[in-house]
């Protein structure tokens, strides 16, 4: 008979280890923006765009040090979540929790806005007008649907999709490589500062997904060491292939790649393997951004189903569906909020805001990253340790508000907003609970 697995002070399995861990960061990070972002790179940089990625690396190796640190030694699951209310309390945890799940939201509407840009490239009905509406509004209610009748077919969903994403980029970049032009990729000096921040505010989003493959750090096999490797495993092997995709498509299309913006790795698909090529990296768009979405449904609805039942939103959200066993009030309305968001927005708008309420949870987690080292918590086995390990999470900080700098005051508005009802709510209940103790 196998030996059991280890189980947590939760009672759960510690069945997740290094490969499985590194491939679900790697899952969630590489979605749909890769699909379209290499031409808004173009765009506003030209032949200077590896610098863009450059400072996404530096960037993210700052913020997914600070999540090894954290996740080494908090081992329970939440992840960023759980860091923070570690590090400073319910309501910080709180917070982390409600910027987590309006990033994901914000996130899966503009990548939703990219699966019909790319879908119209074969299809220009689906790109425009009625055709994309309906388009968008039948995905969520389908993808709701599934996720409604039970975590199973939910499940088997995203393991259908995952592997099949990487497939197009891979082919692209092997065949591609022989079509790049030199002369294409000529340096035309530095960037204007503003110039590259406003890029990497946009590009992080292909960087981003560590902080939700994180969040089930109490199923994770000897988190102090499968944790750390993960993340940077995860963040070097996407960084290699966002590299390698700029330099085939930019390469191959040169100055014209910030012509097809709705689908420019599928313009170079067409000019490396001809139309067959076209349709395959439009297919590989549309599966790639369907896990994404199908991933997310999977998870994000569950947030909205804990504030339920934790009393902050409406019980009616904690609910469950008597046959299928799912919060199906949840997954219900997280999907119209996204329709509405994708139905409304435009991709570059949708990004950036998602970005922007990611970056305040990078800060959160860079916070909480310095008090739990500060304070020495270490929950399970030894934690990782790194030179400058107090210095780090102020660098981390640093980069990240250099980034939120590059928002406007609207973009920035809509984070603000939400924390601060967020914030009202959780008075609220404090208040509540306060007064049923006082009787």
Known sequence: MPEPQPRTREGLVRGIGLVGLTASIVNSTVGGGIFILPAVVALR???????????????????????????SRVSKSGGTYGYVERAFGGYAGFMAG?????????????????????????????GRGLGRATLLAGLFALLALVNVRGVGPGVRLVKAITA???????????????????????????????TLGETVLLLLFAFVGVEVALEPSGEVDDPARTVPLSVFLALGFTTLLYAAVQLVSQGVLGGEL??????????????????????????GATVSISGYLA?????????LFAFGRAGVLPAVFARVHPRFGTPAVAIWVYAATVAVLAVTGSFERLLVMSNVALLFLYLLCALACFQLVRRDVREEGRPFRVPGERVIPFLAGGAVLWVLANATASELGVTAAVAAMA????????????????R
């Open 258 to 283: 910030a012509r097809y913006a709705e689908a420019p790795l599928a313009e170079a698909a067409f000019r490396v393997l001809g139309p067959a090529g076209r349709a395959l990296l439009v297919v």
């Open 423 to 438: 914030s009202l709510l959780y008075l609220a209940r404090r208040l509540q609970r306060a007064g049923r103790d006082g």
């Open 45 to 71: 940089l030209g032949g200077a765009a590896p610098l863009a990625y450059l400072v996404c690396l530096a960037t993210m190796t700052l913020v997914v040090t600070c999540f090894a640190i954290a996740g």
């Open 295 to 303: 991933s997310s449904m999977l998870g994000s609805p569950r947030t």
């Open 164 to 194: 099949a994403k990487l497939v197009p980029l891979a082919l692209l970049v092997a065949a591609g490589l022989a079509f790049v032009a030199p002369a294409n990729l000529a340096w035309p000096g530095l960037p204007r500062v503003e």
């Open 98 to 126: 409600v910027l987590l799940w309006l990033s994901d939201a914000l996130g899966n509407a503009s990548v939703a806005v990219a699966l019909a840009a790319s879908l119209g490239v074969l299809l220009p009905a689906l």
